[in-house]
């Protein structure tokens, strides 16, 4: 049975003597019917598609609206000239999020992680790490265990689905998931994984989602970003010792209370936030007078 | 939630319930044929007519009526695979009353046989389908299902939990439909283990039992 709450999770850690990674995996066992090598092989098939969806991006290729494409070599070209701020790992956390993200829109194979128009957080600030030397695939496997286990909780007590709690459930919670990922793999305690969690979902509270013309291309592609931006960031703040005020389960909660008060118009309806600004309704025109109906 | 429904699946983009969800409705519609079909009528209602060609909806339903699953690469593509597979397919939107945002509704004829199919696609990829050849149904698909046409008459049920239990097949979960009293029923039984291709026939030649259906997801894993 999966962890109702990240308390549990790090009782259970804490208790068994193992760490939070260990703990998510077994939890899972029983469930799924899996053994535990069984499960191990299908984590590291999930982060050998991440890194070749990265991999084999092509910077010329566009979404079947033209709206999306192109941008993470846009980034990379830069970063190269040495125009960019933040460094080497934050430009190529910037490239990756685009990468995944822009391979998504552009019908491409990614890892839903959680969901499809949020898969590009967790490669983003995974993948320069193992490129750089910094961590090995068995240590990332770890580190998307710790993930996982973070974003059932989010699952259980809230939701992972932009049409119900918007874009804080996807982009939020792929964030808080990639922030724990990363404090794990740097050492960071449990407390520290779930403070790292805790801030990056709690940071992005009351994200909507208003995606321009129904697709999941803008804002879609760019809030991966922000999501990965902002789980390096509270990664490096747990990681610092500093703790999120609120318990990470409380955001959680919060999180999906703020789902329920968000109007239907910003829960991926098209309807609403971007979408609805004159430019965002001109495109959703054009494309519709372009597709001609179905 | 499971783990690896939290991370994963493995998918062509952009969207698990526009594309992903929509390819495994063209599959399990397949799949539920038992051929290859040679003419697809699809229709699309709510989110998956207005949204689903910038998400590929159209595509990945194609894909999966050729047997492609969700993360097959040549997804995008399908439309071409389908003119060399000789399938004919015509899309378009549909009207239906209290559905769910992201349905389609296909009709499908294989050399042998033909099927209608109503799905719609839940979240995350999966799908729920929600009628069969004009009778209520509500499974979904992930699991080995044995589904009954029959007259709507006693002893049918008894015959086909009879047969199951002989071959010593549990049944995880079981749903009855019909359309009217006496009329056209349904059976739907999801089995925890394979389903054998001689209750097929077996089940055929059953008085009251008009057709037999079986979806085997451990023969594709």
Same mark, same amino acid.
């Given at each position: 049975?999966?962890?109702?709450?990240?308390?549990?999770?790090?009782?259970?850690?804490?208790?068994?003597?193992?760490?939070?990674?260990?703990?998510?995996?077994?939890?899972?066992?029983?469930?799924?019917?899996?053994?535990?090598?069984?499960?191990?092989?299908?984590?590291?098939?999930?982060?050998?598609?991440?890194?070749?969806?990265?991999?084999?991006?092509?910077?010329? $290729?566009?979404?079947?609206? &033209?709206?999306? *494409? !192109?941008?993470? +070599?846009? =980034?990379?070209? /830069?970063? %190269?000239?040495?125009?960019?701020?933040?460094?080497?790992?934050?430009?190529?956390?910037?490239?990756?999020?685009?990468?995944?993200?822009?391979?998504?829109?552009?019908?491409?194979?990614?890892?839903?992680?959680?969901?499809?128009?949020?898969?590009?957080?967790?490669?983003?600030?995974?993948?320069?790490?193992?490129?750089?030397?910094?961590?090995?695939?068995?240590?990332?496997?770890?580190?998307?265990?710790?993930?996982?286990?973070?974003?059932?909780?989010?699952?259980? $007590?809230?939701?992972?689905? &932009?049409?119900? *709690? !918007?874009?804080? +459930?996807? =982009?939020?919670? /792929?964030? %808080?998931?990639?922030?724990?990922?990363?404090?794990?793999?740097?050492?960071?305690?449990?407390?520290?994984?779930?403070?790292?969690?805790?801030?990056?979902?709690?940071?992005?509270?009351?994200?909507?989602?208003?995606?321009?013309?129904?697709?999941?291309?803008?804002?879609?592609?760019?809030?991966?970003?922000?999501?990965?931006?902002?789980?390096?960031?509270?990664?490096?703040?747990?990681?610092?010792?500093?703790?999120?005020?609120?318990?990470?389960?409380?955001?959680?909660?919060?999180?999906?209370?703020?789902?329920?008060?968000?109007?239907?118009?910003?829960?991926?309806?098209?309807?609403?936030?971007?979408?609805?600004?004159?430019?965002?309704?001109?495109?959703?025109?054009?494309?519709?007078?372009?597709?001609?109906?179905? | 939630?499971?783990?690896?429904?939290?991370?994963?699946?493995?998918?062509?983009?952009?969207?698990?319930?526009?594309?992903?969800?929509?390819?495994?409705?063209?599959?399990?519609?397949?799949?539920?044929?038992?051929?290859?079909?040679?003419?697809?009528?699809?229709?699309?209602?709510?989110?998956?007519?207005?949204?689903?060609?910038?998400?590929?909806?159209?595509?990945?339903?194609?894909?999966?009526?050729?047997?492609?699953?969700?993360?097959?690469?040549?997804?995008?593509?399908?439309?071409?695979?389908?003119?060399?597979?000789?399938?004919?397919?015509?899309?378009?939107?549909?009207?239906?009353?209290?559905?769910?945002?992201?349905?389609?509704?296909?009709?499908?004829?294989?050399?042998?046989?033909?099927?209608?199919?109503?799905?719609?696609?839940?979240?995350?990829?999966?799908?729920?389908?929600?009628?069969?050849?004009?009778?209520?149904?509500?499974?979904?698909?992930?699991?080995?299902?044995?589904?009954?046409?029959?007259?709507?008459?006693?002893?049918?049920?008894?015959?086909?939990?009879?047969?199951?239990?002989?071959?010593?097949?549990?049944?995880?979960?079981?749903?009855?439909?019909?359309?009217?009293?006496?009329?056209?029923?349904?059976?739907?039984?999801?089995?925890?283990?394979?389903?054998?291709?001689?209750?097929?026939?077996?089940?055929?030649?059953?008085?009251?039992?008009?057709?037999?259906?079986?979806?085997?997801?451990?023969?594709?894993?």
């Amino acid at each position: 049975m999966s962890f109702l709450s990240c308390a549990e999770m790090l009782t259970y850690a804490h208790e068994q003597g193992c760490s939070l990674a260990q703990a998510v995996l077994r939890s899972d066992l029983a469930e799924s019917r899996l053994t535990e090598a069984d499960s191990r092989a299908e984590m590291r098939r999930l982060w050998q598609v991440m890194q070749a969806t990265s991999r084999d991006y092509d910077p010329d $290729r566009r979404s079947r609206s &033209g709206l999306v *494409g !192109g941008d993470a +070599a846009k =980034v990379e070209r /830069a970063a %190269a000239a040495g125009q960019l701020l933040g460094g080497e790992y934050l430009s190529a956390v910037t490239a990756e999020a685009l990468k995944t993200a822009e391979c998504n829109a552009c019908m491409k194979r990614i890892v839903a992680a959680p969901t499809a128009g949020s898969c590009g957080v967790l490669p983003a600030v995974l993948l320069p790490l193992a490129r750089m030397g910094e961590a090995d695939d068995d240590a990332i496997c770890d580190a998307l265990y710790v993930a996982a286990g973070f974003g059932q909780v989010i699952a259980a $007590r809230a939701t992972l689905a &932009g049409a119900e *709690g !918007g874009c804080q +459930a996807e =982009v939020g919670a /792929a964030s %808080a998931m990639a922030a724990a990922a990363l404090c794990y793999l740097k050492g960071g305690t449990p407390a520290s994984c779930a403070s790292a969690a805790a801030m990056a979902l709690g940071n992005l509270l009351g994200l909507v989602c208003d995606p321009v013309a129904g697709l999941v291309e803008v804002p879609c592609v760019k809030r991966n970003v922000v999501g990965a931006v902002n789980a390096v960031a509270c990664a490096n703040m747990a990681l610092s010792g500093i703790d999120s005020a609120i318990p990470c389960d409380e955001v959680i909660d919060a999180m999906g209370r703020v789902g329920l008060q968000l109007s239907p118009d910003l829960r991926e309806t098209g309807a609403g936030g971007l979408a609805a600004t004159p430019t965002g309704r001109a495109i959703a025109r054009r494309l519709a007078s372009e597709a001609g109906g179905v | 939630m499971r783990l690896f429904d939290v991370l994963g699946p493995v998918m062509i983009g952009p969207s698990s319930s526009h594309t992903a969800g929509a390819a495994r409705i063209g599959r399990t519609a397949r799949q539920l044929l038992g051929e290859a079909p040679m003419r697809a009528d699809i229709g699309l209602y709510g989110s998956f007519a207005t949204t689903g060609r910038g998400h590929g909806t159209d595509r990945a339903i194609v894909a999966g009526l050729l047997d492609m699953k969700p993360d097959d690469p040549r997804l995008p593509d399908s439309f071409a695979l389908a003119e060399e597979a000789g399938m004919e397919f015509v899309i378009h939107s549909v009207e239906l009353r209290a559905a769910h945002p992201n349905t389609a509704v296909l009709t499908l004829e294989g050399k042998r046989r033909k099927l209608s199919l109503t799905a719609a696609s839940v979240g995350g990829g999966r799908i729920r389908v929600t009628s069969i050849d004009g009778v209520s149904a509500d499974f979904g698909g992930d699991a080995n299902t044995l589904i009954i046409h029959n007259e709507d008459t006693p002893g049918c049920i008894a015959e086909v939990t009879r047969a199951l239990a002989a071959r010593r097949i549990n049944i995880a979960s079981m749903q009855v439909f019909r359309s009217a009293p006496g009329g056209e029923a349904v059976m739907v039984l999801e089995c925890d283990s394979h389903i054998p291709a001689d209750l097929e026939p077996q089940l055929g030649a059953v008085s009251g039992i008009h057709k037999v259906t079986c979806l085997n997801v451990d023969d594709t894993p």
